[in-house]
């Protein structure tokens, strides 16, 4: 027994004098080498080990919560950009960053640079628009920019000045129609190294005339800008007036003073191969009829054309575009006594509207497909569940769809939390609770996806009509962008 207590004693001692592991830093994002816009500051998050070890990035006390994630919003500078993070032990990791903007001077370095920011892949334009050319480089100089066959040595202005942030724009000439050219900018003044003159990486193209495409599968998305927020979701066949392109995006028209954009990948040139002037269909009879579920309109049109439409306080309002209204005849199902009236007009030349009044029963749903040339708008009511304890939500059906699909490679399907655990994978334990509780209130509760299904975005909405849901809930953990302030 004696023994054994000082083997005990002596193992404990040997360990204390032992020298102690290294502690562990993982920079989770942002990612080595990743590039960010040009921000004051931005978000960097990961975990350490062990969670209790004093921790500091760029010498900034950082707190770290007790499973080891930590999260801070720190100052960056433009250019390559480093974090460096240090535990108490002096375990260091840096992870290092690209953030756009002017480098940092060189005191010791009089280099001339210039960099030109703008017309990164191919532009298509019309005459009459303006090409707006933006570069950065050294502050104070004389700085002017050429498009191919188009304009040469049109001069630019810094703006602030002293800021090395240069601005030009050219007005497209009606004698440019069919030009195409590189842009590249060049200081004016003094002798020039080889960066101190840059050019485009896409091409100005001025086109010659609006063109006629179709979108070429289902489920196509219009934009209101490039970059933009949804308009439309468009089904196979929909004809569509192109007049420009910026960034894979092509530029639609929808009616004078509107427009949309589109992914180049999804449309083809149109099928016909003749460009008809707007407006290129009419709108014939309107019939409804009476469904399980509410009321279905049908109305009768010459070609497919794009559409949007807003539930109203009374209704619902859809407009066709490229569409002449010529509607003679509603045809009205006496069975049916969810719509009350159909309203059309004429609200542009080229633009018309019909409203699908219901009265004081509002619209629950609604849904918007093509059958060959005829457009059926389907119109719900409102379920009507038990609403009696202890199934109060027996009779609804709900489509619970947990968001974003596997991905564990930059660029992420979905947001990455401190710990390294992804979105969907977040999402899908929250959707699985979700169903739990949503089942013991009597609720049908169908999924989008049950694991690690691939599930595309495009799909998920035709998912949840076909599982017949009264109720869709998209279950997303969302991030916040690089430099913008947390509240």
Known sequence: MTFLRFSNILLLTLLARAPLAAGEINFVYPAEGASIPDVPRTFVFGNISPATAPFTINGEKIAVHTNGGFIAYLPIAPGDFVFAGTLGDGATVQRTIKVKGLPRPKPDDDEVWLTLNSVGSN????????????????????????????TEDAPMAELPAGSGRYFGAYKVKDSDAGAEGLVTT???????????????????????????????TDTVILRNAPDGGYMMFLPLGVKLVANGRMNGMRRIALAPGETGWVDDSKVQPSASGL???????????????KTDLGSQASITLYDRVPYTVEETPGGLRLTLYYANLHTNWVVYDSSDTFIKNVVFRQSGTTKAEIDFETGPEAVWGYNISYSGKTLLVDLRRKPVPALT???????????????????????YDGAIGPKATFEFQVNL??????K????????????TRNGDENVPLSDRPKLAKELGGDLYISVHNNAIGDGEEPI
């Not at 005459?127 to 066959?149: D, H, L, R, W």
């Not at 003044?189 to 050019?199: K, M, N, P, V, Y």
């Not at 334990?429 to 979700?434: G, P, Y």
């Open 389 to 411: 304890w202890p199934k109060p939500l027996a009779g609804l059906t709900v489509v619970v769809d947990p968001g974003h699909s596997p991905k564990y490679t930059t660029p």
């Open 429 to 434: 334990a929250i959707a699985l609770k979700l």
């Open 275 to 289: 460009f008809p002037v707007p407006p290129f269909s009419e709108t014939g009879a309107i019939r409804l009829k």
């Open 436 to 447: 739990e509780k949503l089942l013991t209130l009597g609720a049908t509760v169908q999924l």
């Open 186 to 216: 060049r200081f004016k003044t003094g002798l020039f190294r080889s960066d101190a003159e840059t050019g485009s990486r896409g091409r100005v193209k001025v086109l010659k005339a609006e063109t006629l495409v179709e979108t070429s």
């Open 123 to 150: 532009l298509e334009v019309l005459p009459g628009e303006y090409v707006k050319v933006q570069a950065s480089g050294a502050p104070g100089m004389e700085t002017v920019f050429s498009i191919e066959n188009m």
